[in-house]
Protein backbone atom coordinates (compact mmCIF):
# COMPACT_ATOMS: atom_id res chain seq x y z
CA UNK A 1 0.00 0.00 0.00
CA UNK A 2 2.75 2.35 0.87
CA UNK A 3 4.59 1.30 -1.92
CA UNK A 4 2.09 2.15 -4.88
CA UNK A 5 1.82 5.36 -2.74
CA UNK A 6 5.36 5.91 -2.99
CA UNK A 7 5.70 4.94 -7.30
CA UNK A 8 2.56 7.35 -7.31
CA UNK A 9 4.30 10.15 -6.05
CA UNK A 10 7.13 10.00 -8.00
CA UNK A 11 4.98 9.74 -11.22
CA UNK A 12 3.71 13.07 -9.77
CA UNK A 13 6.77 14.48 -9.77
CA UNK A 14 7.81 13.50 -13.65
CA UNK A 15 7.45 17.45 -14.38
CA UNK A 16 9.85 18.22 -11.62
CA UNK A 17 11.83 15.71 -12.45
CA UNK A 18 12.33 16.84 -15.84
CA UNK A 19 12.90 20.60 -14.43
CA UNK A 20 15.88 19.74 -12.05
CA UNK A 21 17.26 17.75 -14.66
CA UNK A 22 17.31 20.86 -17.06
CA UNK A 23 18.26 23.24 -14.39
CA UNK A 24 21.48 21.00 -13.58
CA UNK A 25 22.07 21.04 -17.22
CA UNK A 26 22.30 24.49 -17.58
CA UNK A 27 25.02 25.16 -15.02
CA UNK A 28 27.68 24.36 -17.15
CA UNK A 29 30.31 22.58 -14.86
CA UNK A 30 33.14 21.96 -17.31
CA UNK A 31 36.08 20.08 -15.79
CA UNK A 32 38.81 21.28 -16.52
CA UNK A 33 39.12 23.76 -15.45
CA UNK A 34 36.27 23.29 -13.25
CA UNK A 35 33.76 26.13 -13.83
CA UNK A 36 30.31 27.05 -12.10
CA UNK A 37 30.67 23.80 -9.21
CA UNK A 38 29.97 27.10 -6.13
CA UNK A 39 26.91 27.82 -8.19
CA UNK A 40 26.02 24.02 -9.06
CA UNK A 41 26.67 23.46 -4.82
CA UNK A 42 24.86 26.36 -4.20
CA UNK A 43 21.32 25.83 -6.62
CA UNK A 44 21.16 22.22 -5.01
CA UNK A 45 21.79 23.40 -1.56
CA UNK A 46 18.38 25.90 -1.90
CA UNK A 47 16.35 23.19 -3.38
CA UNK A 48 17.94 20.65 -0.60
CA UNK A 49 17.40 23.60 1.97
CA UNK A 50 13.51 24.02 1.15
CA UNK A 51 13.28 20.06 1.19
CA UNK A 52 13.95 19.35 5.08
CA UNK A 53 17.67 18.47 4.55
CA UNK A 54 20.76 20.37 6.22
CA UNK A 55 23.50 20.98 4.08
CA UNK A 56 27.21 21.23 4.35
CA UNK A 57 29.23 23.30 1.62
CA UNK A 58 32.88 21.78 1.83
CA UNK A 59 35.92 23.09 -0.74
CA UNK A 60 38.57 20.80 -1.19
CA UNK A 61 41.68 23.05 -0.61
CA UNK A 62 45.08 22.33 -2.08
CA UNK A 63 43.56 19.37 -3.94
CA UNK A 64 44.75 19.14 -7.65
CA UNK A 65 43.24 22.04 -9.76
CA UNK A 66 41.91 24.17 -6.71
CA UNK A 67 42.46 27.85 -6.69
CA UNK A 68 40.71 30.78 -5.74
CA UNK A 69 39.85 30.97 -9.33
CA UNK A 70 38.65 27.40 -9.95
CA UNK A 71 37.54 26.45 -6.43
CA UNK A 72 36.38 22.67 -5.67
CA UNK A 73 33.35 22.93 -3.86
CA UNK A 74 31.37 19.74 -2.97
CA UNK A 75 27.96 19.73 -1.26
CA UNK A 76 26.46 16.94 1.78
CA UNK A 77 23.14 17.21 2.22
CA UNK A 78 21.17 15.12 5.37
CA UNK A 79 18.21 14.52 6.41
CA UNK A 80 17.24 12.36 10.16
CA UNK A 81 14.40 10.28 10.23
CA UNK A 82 12.12 10.18 13.06
CA UNK A 83 14.37 6.79 14.47
CA UNK A 84 17.76 5.89 14.62
CA UNK A 85 18.89 3.34 11.79
CA UNK A 86 21.20 3.17 8.60
CA UNK A 87 22.54 6.24 6.76
CA UNK A 88 21.94 5.82 3.23
CA UNK A 89 24.02 8.19 0.86
CA UNK A 90 23.83 8.97 -3.07
CA UNK A 91 26.83 10.33 -4.06
CA UNK A 92 26.85 11.84 -7.51
CA UNK A 93 29.86 14.29 -9.01
CA UNK A 94 28.74 17.76 -10.52
CA UNK A 95 31.51 17.86 -13.28
CA UNK A 96 31.11 17.16 -16.39
CA UNK A 97 33.57 17.12 -19.40
CA UNK A 98 34.55 19.24 -22.51
CA UNK A 99 31.70 19.75 -25.07
CA UNK A 100 33.85 18.68 -27.93
CA UNK A 101 32.76 18.47 -31.86
CA UNK A 102 29.55 16.72 -33.33
CA UNK A 103 26.91 18.50 -31.54
CA UNK A 104 23.49 19.20 -32.95
CA UNK A 105 22.11 20.69 -29.92
CA UNK A 106 23.14 23.65 -27.30
CA UNK A 107 24.98 21.40 -25.16
CA UNK A 108 24.15 23.45 -22.04
CA UNK A 109 20.37 24.26 -23.19
CA UNK A 110 18.83 21.03 -21.59
CA UNK A 111 16.49 20.37 -24.87
CA UNK A 112 13.33 18.41 -24.50
CA UNK A 113 12.28 16.01 -28.14
CA UNK A 114 10.35 13.14 -27.39
CA UNK A 115 11.46 11.21 -24.14
CA UNK A 116 15.04 12.64 -24.04
CA UNK A 117 16.57 15.74 -22.79
CA UNK A 118 19.67 16.24 -24.25
CA UNK A 119 23.22 18.10 -22.82
CA UNK A 120 26.32 17.85 -21.71
CA UNK A 121 26.21 15.45 -18.57
CA UNK A 122 22.80 14.72 -19.28
CA UNK A 123 23.33 11.19 -18.72
CA UNK A 124 26.88 11.64 -16.89
CA UNK A 125 25.69 12.15 -14.02
CA UNK A 126 23.08 14.88 -13.76
CA UNK A 127 20.01 12.97 -14.65
CA UNK A 128 21.34 10.23 -12.34
CA UNK A 129 21.86 13.20 -9.69
CA UNK A 130 18.26 14.70 -9.94
CA UNK A 131 16.70 10.73 -10.09
CA UNK A 132 18.39 10.41 -6.40
CA UNK A 133 16.95 13.93 -5.24
CA UNK A 134 13.52 12.65 -6.67
CA UNK A 135 13.49 9.57 -5.43
CA UNK A 136 14.78 11.23 -1.47
CA UNK A 137 12.06 13.78 -1.55
CA UNK A 138 9.20 11.48 -2.51
CA UNK A 139 10.06 8.68 -0.23
CA UNK A 140 10.03 11.83 2.59
CA UNK A 141 6.88 12.68 1.79
CA UNK A 142 5.45 9.54 1.82
CA UNK A 143 7.50 8.06 4.85
CA UNK A 144 7.51 10.82 6.88
CA UNK A 145 8.54 8.81 10.54
CA UNK A 146 11.30 6.70 8.66
CA UNK A 147 13.98 5.39 10.19
CA UNK A 148 18.29 6.56 9.52
CA UNK A 149 19.24 8.84 7.76
CA UNK A 150 19.25 9.61 4.01
CA UNK A 151 22.50 11.89 2.85
CA UNK A 152 22.63 13.18 -0.97
CA UNK A 153 26.50 14.79 -2.15
CA UNK A 154 27.08 16.23 -5.25
CA UNK A 155 31.23 16.30 -5.54
CA UNK A 156 33.82 17.73 -7.97
CA UNK A 157 36.54 16.30 -10.18
CA UNK A 158 35.16 12.72 -10.68
CA UNK A 159 36.14 12.77 -14.32
CA UNK A 160 39.57 13.79 -13.46
CA UNK A 161 40.45 11.74 -10.60
CA UNK A 162 38.38 12.84 -8.05
CA UNK A 163 40.81 14.10 -5.55
CA UNK A 164 39.38 17.56 -4.89
CA UNK A 165 35.84 15.53 -4.27
CA UNK A 166 34.74 12.18 -2.91
CA UNK A 167 38.56 11.66 -2.03
CA UNK A 168 38.64 14.55 -0.10
CA UNK A 169 35.26 13.92 1.74
CA UNK A 170 36.42 10.45 2.71
CA UNK A 171 39.69 11.30 3.63
CA UNK A 172 37.88 13.94 6.03
CA UNK A 173 35.67 11.06 7.22
CA UNK A 174 32.38 11.92 5.69
CA UNK A 175 31.76 8.24 5.30
CA UNK A 176 32.23 6.93 8.58
CA UNK A 177 28.27 6.84 9.76
CA UNK A 178 27.14 5.46 6.41
CA UNK A 179 26.19 2.30 6.00
CA UNK A 180 24.76 1.99 2.24
CA UNK A 181 26.24 4.24 -0.77
CA UNK A 182 24.45 4.24 -4.25
CA UNK A 183 25.97 6.44 -6.84
CA UNK A 184 23.76 7.12 -9.91
CA UNK A 185 26.20 6.37 -12.98
CA UNK A 186 24.99 6.04 -15.86
CA UNK A 187 24.88 2.07 -16.01
CA UNK A 188 21.26 1.80 -17.24
CA UNK A 189 18.59 1.20 -15.13
CA UNK A 190 18.39 -2.62 -14.58
CA UNK A 191 22.33 -3.14 -14.12
CA UNK A 192 23.33 -3.11 -10.79
CA UNK A 193 27.62 -1.92 -10.98
CA UNK A 194 29.47 -3.88 -8.71
CA UNK A 195 32.81 -2.12 -8.88
CA UNK A 196 35.57 -1.46 -11.85
CA UNK A 197 38.76 -3.03 -12.68
CA UNK A 198 42.72 -1.68 -11.53
CA UNK A 199 44.20 0.77 -13.52
CA UNK A 200 47.93 1.55 -13.79
CA UNK A 201 49.40 4.81 -15.80
CA UNK A 202 53.43 4.79 -16.09
CA UNK A 203 55.57 6.87 -18.45
CA UNK A 204 58.15 5.15 -20.41
CA UNK A 205 61.07 7.02 -21.79
CA UNK A 206 64.29 5.69 -23.93
CA UNK A 207 67.16 7.54 -24.09
CA UNK A 208 69.70 8.16 -26.92
CA UNK A 209 72.30 10.71 -28.20
CA UNK A 210 71.45 14.19 -30.12
CA UNK A 211 73.49 14.55 -33.01
CA UNK A 212 73.21 15.68 -36.72
CA UNK A 213 70.32 14.16 -39.11
CA UNK A 214 72.81 13.82 -41.54
CA UNK A 215 74.86 11.64 -40.04
CA UNK A 216 72.58 9.80 -37.69
CA UNK A 217 75.55 7.30 -37.06
CA UNK A 218 76.88 9.97 -34.94
CA UNK A 219 73.98 9.55 -31.98
CA UNK A 220 71.79 6.98 -31.40
CA UNK A 221 67.84 7.17 -31.75
CA UNK A 222 65.90 7.05 -28.79
CA UNK A 223 62.77 6.66 -31.17
CA UNK A 224 64.33 3.79 -32.68
CA UNK A 225 64.78 2.15 -29.01
CA UNK A 226 61.73 2.92 -28.38
CA UNK A 227 60.48 1.54 -31.80
CA UNK A 228 61.81 -1.97 -30.74
CA UNK A 229 60.04 -1.17 -27.17
CA UNK A 230 56.45 -1.45 -29.25
CA UNK A 231 57.06 -3.84 -31.18
CA UNK A 232 58.11 -6.17 -28.11
CA UNK A 233 54.30 -4.62 -26.68
CA UNK A 234 52.61 -5.67 -30.01
CA UNK A 235 54.33 -9.43 -30.03
CA UNK A 236 54.47 -10.16 -26.76
CA UNK A 237 52.42 -8.14 -24.41
CA UNK A 238 49.21 -7.83 -25.86
CA UNK A 239 48.82 -11.34 -27.02
CA UNK A 240 49.65 -12.28 -23.06
CA UNK A 241 46.97 -9.85 -22.20
CA UNK A 242 44.45 -11.19 -24.44
CA UNK A 243 44.95 -14.23 -22.15
CA UNK A 244 44.37 -13.20 -19.07
CA UNK A 245 40.65 -13.48 -18.43
CA UNK A 246 38.64 -12.33 -15.54
CA UNK A 247 35.24 -13.56 -12.99
CA UNK A 248 34.41 -10.09 -13.20
CA UNK A 249 31.05 -9.67 -15.11
CA UNK A 250 32.60 -6.58 -17.10
CA UNK A 251 30.58 -4.33 -19.90
CA UNK A 252 31.32 -4.33 -22.71
CA UNK A 253 32.10 -7.65 -22.79
CA UNK A 254 35.78 -6.90 -24.77
CA UNK A 255 37.09 -5.21 -21.53
CA UNK A 256 36.83 -9.20 -19.82
CA UNK A 257 40.38 -8.97 -20.14
CA UNK A 258 43.43 -7.02 -19.16
CA UNK A 259 44.01 -4.09 -21.67
CA UNK A 260 46.96 -1.43 -22.59
CA UNK A 261 46.32 1.43 -24.38
CA UNK A 262 49.01 3.67 -25.59
CA UNK A 263 47.59 7.02 -24.50
CA UNK A 264 50.66 9.03 -26.39
CA UNK A 265 54.16 8.76 -27.87
CA UNK A 266 56.74 12.22 -28.02
CA UNK A 267 59.73 12.10 -29.16
CA UNK A 268 62.88 13.92 -30.51
CA UNK A 269 62.28 17.70 -31.15
CA UNK A 270 59.30 19.08 -29.26
CA UNK A 271 55.86 20.27 -31.41
CA UNK A 272 56.43 23.53 -32.70
CA UNK A 273 54.19 26.48 -31.74
CA UNK A 274 51.08 26.84 -34.14
CA UNK A 275 51.98 29.96 -35.33
CA UNK A 276 55.46 28.59 -36.29
CA UNK A 277 56.42 28.74 -40.31
CA UNK A 278 59.59 27.57 -40.25
CA UNK A 279 60.68 24.11 -40.77
CA UNK A 280 62.17 21.55 -37.93
CA UNK A 281 65.91 20.83 -37.51
CA UNK A 282 67.58 17.96 -38.68
CA UNK A 283 68.55 16.18 -35.26
CA UNK A 284 68.77 12.54 -33.71
CA UNK A 285 66.21 11.80 -31.17
CA UNK A 286 67.79 11.80 -27.69
CA UNK A 287 65.01 11.45 -25.95
CA UNK A 288 61.07 9.54 -26.40
CA UNK A 289 58.49 8.93 -24.26
CA UNK A 290 55.27 7.08 -23.85
CA UNK A 291 52.45 6.91 -21.83
CA UNK A 292 50.98 3.61 -20.77
CA UNK A 293 47.20 3.31 -19.73
CA UNK A 294 47.42 -0.63 -18.10
CA UNK A 295 43.71 -2.28 -16.97
CA UNK A 296 44.00 -5.06 -14.88
CA UNK A 297 41.90 -7.79 -13.37
CA UNK A 298 40.57 -8.55 -9.62
CA UNK A 299 43.02 -11.95 -10.21
CA UNK A 300 45.82 -9.87 -11.02
CA UNK A 301 48.44 -8.13 -8.17
CA UNK A 302 49.86 -4.92 -9.51
CA UNK A 303 53.53 -5.91 -8.15
CA UNK A 304 52.72 -8.42 -11.10
CA UNK A 305 51.65 -5.64 -13.76
CA UNK A 306 54.70 -4.10 -13.48
CA UNK A 307 57.13 -6.76 -13.40
CA UNK A 308 55.56 -7.84 -16.98
CA UNK A 309 56.47 -4.07 -17.97
CA UNK A 310 60.17 -4.38 -16.52
CA UNK A 311 60.89 -8.00 -17.94
CA UNK A 312 59.83 -6.76 -21.68
CA UNK A 313 62.30 -3.64 -21.28
CA UNK A 314 65.29 -6.39 -20.02
CA UNK A 315 64.52 -8.62 -22.88
CA UNK A 316 64.80 -5.37 -25.50
CA UNK A 317 67.93 -4.18 -23.61
CA UNK A 318 69.56 -7.70 -23.45
CA UNK A 319 69.16 -7.15 -27.23
CA UNK A 320 69.85 -3.66 -28.03
CA UNK A 321 73.14 -2.43 -27.44
CA UNK A 322 73.14 1.18 -26.01
CA UNK A 323 69.63 1.07 -24.61
CA UNK A 324 68.36 2.63 -21.34
CA UNK A 325 65.20 3.52 -19.94
CA UNK A 326 63.11 4.70 -17.72
CA UNK A 327 59.74 3.73 -15.91
CA UNK A 328 57.67 6.26 -14.08
CA UNK A 329 54.69 5.80 -11.93
CA UNK A 330 51.67 8.44 -12.95
CA UNK A 331 48.64 7.24 -11.43
CA UNK A 332 47.65 3.74 -9.65
CA UNK A 333 44.01 2.21 -8.76
CA UNK A 334 43.00 -1.29 -7.34
CA UNK A 335 40.31 -3.20 -8.62
CA UNK A 336 36.96 -2.98 -6.60
CA UNK A 337 34.61 -5.51 -6.57
CA UNK A 338 31.71 -5.44 -3.85
CA UNK A 339 30.09 -8.74 -2.74
CA UNK A 340 26.52 -9.37 -4.36
CA UNK A 341 25.34 -10.29 -1.06
CA UNK A 342 25.85 -7.19 0.38
CA UNK A 343 22.72 -5.27 1.69
CA UNK A 344 23.12 -2.51 -0.90
CA UNK A 345 22.84 -4.92 -3.88
CA UNK A 346 20.27 -7.38 -2.64
CA UNK A 347 18.28 -4.37 -2.02
CA UNK A 348 18.44 -2.91 -5.35
CA UNK A 349 18.31 -6.22 -6.98
CA UNK A 350 14.79 -6.52 -5.47
CA UNK A 351 13.70 -2.97 -6.12
CA UNK A 352 14.70 -3.22 -9.76
CA UNK A 353 12.58 -6.47 -10.34
CA UNK A 354 9.90 -4.60 -8.74
CA UNK A 355 10.30 -2.06 -10.81
CA UNK A 356 10.73 -3.40 -14.23
CA UNK A 357 9.73 -7.18 -13.56
CA UNK A 358 12.76 -8.13 -14.74
CA UNK A 359 15.88 -9.60 -13.31
CA UNK A 360 18.81 -7.24 -12.34
CA UNK A 361 21.96 -7.49 -14.33
CA UNK A 362 25.08 -7.35 -12.36
CA UNK A 363 28.13 -5.63 -14.19
CA UNK A 364 31.51 -4.30 -13.69
CA UNK A 365 32.82 -1.38 -15.31
CA UNK A 366 35.92 -1.46 -17.09
CA UNK A 367 37.21 2.24 -15.82
CA UNK A 368 37.61 3.27 -12.50
CA UNK A 369 34.76 5.72 -10.97
CA UNK A 370 34.25 7.16 -7.21
CA UNK A 371 33.96 3.87 -5.93
CA UNK A 372 37.38 3.21 -5.21
CA UNK A 373 37.90 6.16 -2.93
CA UNK A 374 34.62 5.21 -0.39
CA UNK A 375 36.32 1.38 -0.89
CA UNK A 376 39.97 2.12 0.07
CA UNK A 377 39.46 5.71 1.98
CA UNK A 378 36.61 5.24 3.24
CA UNK A 379 36.54 1.37 3.81
CA UNK A 380 32.99 1.05 3.39
CA UNK A 381 32.60 -1.80 1.06
CA UNK A 382 28.53 -1.82 0.70
CA UNK A 383 28.57 0.92 -2.31
CA UNK A 384 27.44 -0.01 -5.73
CA UNK A 385 27.04 2.29 -8.86
CA UNK A 386 23.36 2.44 -10.15
CA UNK A 387 21.76 5.00 -12.18
CA UNK A 388 19.73 5.81 -15.25
CA UNK A 389 21.43 6.46 -18.81
CA UNK A 390 23.37 5.00 -21.51
CA UNK A 391 27.13 4.78 -20.45
CA UNK A 392 28.28 5.19 -24.07
CA UNK A 393 26.52 7.83 -24.74
CA UNK A 394 29.22 9.62 -22.04
CA UNK A 395 31.29 12.11 -23.17
CA UNK A 396 29.40 12.07 -26.75
CA UNK A 397 28.39 14.55 -28.84
CA UNK A 398 24.33 14.69 -28.42
CA UNK A 399 23.95 13.36 -25.09
CA UNK A 400 21.03 12.31 -23.95
CA UNK A 401 19.18 11.32 -21.18
CA UNK A 402 15.78 9.49 -21.03
CA UNK A 403 12.76 10.48 -18.85
CA UNK A 404 11.54 6.99 -18.72
CA UNK A 405 14.95 5.92 -17.67
CA UNK A 406 15.14 8.20 -15.02
CA UNK A 407 11.66 7.93 -13.73
CA UNK A 408 12.03 4.11 -13.49
CA UNK A 409 15.58 4.70 -11.44
CA UNK A 410 13.95 6.90 -9.27
CA UNK A 411 11.70 4.23 -8.40
CA UNK A 412 14.12 1.78 -7.84
CA UNK A 413 16.07 4.16 -5.26
CA UNK A 414 12.82 5.35 -3.49
CA UNK A 415 12.11 1.71 -3.03
CA UNK A 416 15.43 0.99 -1.87
CA UNK A 417 15.00 3.66 0.92
CA UNK A 418 11.82 2.40 1.33
CA UNK A 419 13.56 -0.86 2.40
CA UNK A 420 16.26 -0.08 3.88
CA UNK A 421 14.68 2.73 6.28
CA UNK A 422 10.97 2.23 5.80
ZN1 LIG B 1 30.36 9.98 -14.45
New binding site residues.
Given amino acids: MQTARLLAEIDARRDGLIALTQSLIRIPTLNPPGLNYRDICDFLAARLTAAGFSTRLIRAYGTPGDSDAHPRWNLIARIEGAAPGDCVHFN??HDVVEVGHGWTRDPFGGAIEGDRIYGRGAC??KG?LAASIIAAEAFIATHPDFRGSIELSATAD??SGGFGGVAYLAEQGAFAHVQHVIIP??LHKDRICLGHRGVWWAEVETFGRIAHGSMPFLGDSAIRHMGAVLHQIETVLYPLLASKHTAMPVVPEQARQSTLNINSVHGGEAEPDPDYTGLPTPCVADRCRIILDRRFLIEEDIAQVKAELTALLETVKAQRPGFTYEVRDLFEVQPTLTDRDAPVVRTTAAAIERVLARQAQYVVSPGT??QKHIDRIGRLHNCIAYGPGLLHL?HQPDEWIGIQDMTDSAKVMALVLADLLG
Fill in positions: SHDMGEEEPYDA
